[in-house]
Nanobody, 116 residues
Framework: QVQLVESGGGLVQAGGSLRLSCATS????????MDWYRQAPGKQRELVATITRGGTTNYADSVKGRFTISRDNAKNTVYLQMNSLKPEDTAVYYCKTENGLGYAYWGQGAQVTVSS
């Protein structure tokens, strides 16, 4: 059973920082890329950042230069470091991965609230 568990969300003032963590089952983490998505109230879920098995990263334009995705293969964990947070970053953040057949696994979500 593959499980993804996010942690690290919370309330922060604009300009502040938070780090999200996503702990995964070891059987899938080591062979797949990982993604962070977010969904704000009334909006569609959007891709925020990705990291491949080899460590190549990619970011949405809205977070480039402020967010950093990374992974610790020894801990089966992926991180999202979020700096210079803005009120528009307020959302529920989800980590996601896929198995070799394209089946997606999602975490339960972590609330991030940025006050102005």
């Amino acid at each position: 059973q593959v499980q993804l568990v996010e942690s690290g969300g919370g309330l922060v003032q604009a300009g502040g920082s938070l780090r999200l963590s996503c702990a995964t089952s070891g059987s899938i983490f080591s062979i797949n890329g990982m993604d962070w998505y977010r969904q704000a109230p009334g909006k569609q879920r959007e891709l925020v950042a990705t990291i491949t098995r080899g460590g190549t990263t990619n970011y949405a334009d809205s977070v480039k230069g402020r967010f950093t995705i990374s992974r610790d293969n020894a801990k089966n964990t992926v991180y999202l470091q979020m700096n210079s947070l803005k009120p528009e970053d307020t959302a529920v953040y989800y980590c996601k991965t896929e198995n070799g057949l394209g089946y997606a696994y999602w975490g339960q979500g972590a609330q991030v609230t940025v006050s102005s």
